[in-house]
């Protein structure tokens, strides 16, 4: 599976869009982005995945630049609850392990 | 959405011990299961893949002896720490997929005293 680089660390104003960048440079052309999030002593959380076109679920819109070396997760209006670090992942396939990165660890401020 | 269920949630056992993490997936049927362990501060760090009805595949470095996993039914997966010592003290994830997304249980936090 391709390797993603995301910033160990941001910060977004409550109420903000937080995006979050993820490249993945190495990507093939059968592997999907997916993103998870982890909410402190929980287990991940399934956000969003796309393979070429931008995606939007209720929880948040994934744009997928058109050379697919890079995304970026949007969270449109982020509240506390959405302080977590996320995880961009390349897999080849839906039903492919998954293998972690370091993920971003998103804090949102009041 | 799919659930899957981890059991239990924290436990503390004394060294030499072991303990077993059950993982269920709820409302649908998993060939495959995963289990992470994961350390504070650190991501997720895949351990083995379960499958139903044959030998589990571990990841490089991870004892298969120690970690032991069974997956006897198409909704069950477990995993018994073996002789458990305080450096297997951590957090236990299980995944299980169903089509196209991961689903992962709530963690299973490990303390050998």
């Known amino acids: 599976d391709a390797k993603t680089t995301q910033p160990p660390s941001m910060d977004c104003a409550e109420g903000r869009a937080a995006n979050l960048p993820c490249n993945h440079s190495?990507?093939?052309?059968?592997?999907?982005v997916y993103w998870y999030r982890q909410i402190h002593s929980q287990g991940p959380q399934y956000i969003i995945h796309?393979?070429?076109n931008n995606e939007t679920n209720e929880m948040a819109s994934l744009i997928i630049t058109e050379d697919r070396k890079s995304s970026t997760l949007i969270l449109p209006h982020a509240t506390l609850r959405d302080t977590a670090v996320y995880y961009c992942?390349?897999?080849?396939?839906?039903?492919?392990?998954?293998?972690f990165g370091s993920g971003t660890r998103l804090s949102i401020r009041p | 959405g799919a659930v899957v269920s981890q059991h239990p949630s924290r436990v503390i056992c004394k060294s030499g011990t072991s303990v077993k993490i059950e993982c269920r997936s709820l409302?649908?049927?998993?060939?495959?299961m995963f289990w992470y362990r994961q350390f504070p501060k650190q991501s997720l760090m895949l351990m083995a893949t379960?499958?139903?009805?044959?030998?589990?595949?571990?990841e490089q470095g991870v004892e298969k002896d120690k970690f032991l996993i069974n997956h006897a039914s198409l909704t069950l997966s477990t995993l018994t720490v073996t002789s458990a010592h305080p450096e297997d003290s951590s957090f236990y994830i299980c995944?299980?997929?169903?089509?196209?997304?991961?689903?992962f249980g709530q963690g299973t936090r490990l303390t050998v005293v």
């Open positions: 992942i390349v897999r080849y396939s839906s039903a492919s392990k998954i293998i």
């Open positions: 190495t990507i093939s052309g059968n592997e999907y």
């Open positions: 796309g393979l070429k």
């Open positions: 379960s499958n139903e009805g044959s030998k589990a595949t571990y």
């Open positions: 995944s299980a997929i169903e089509v196209p997304e991961a689903f």
């Open positions: 409302d649908f049927q998993a060939t495959t």
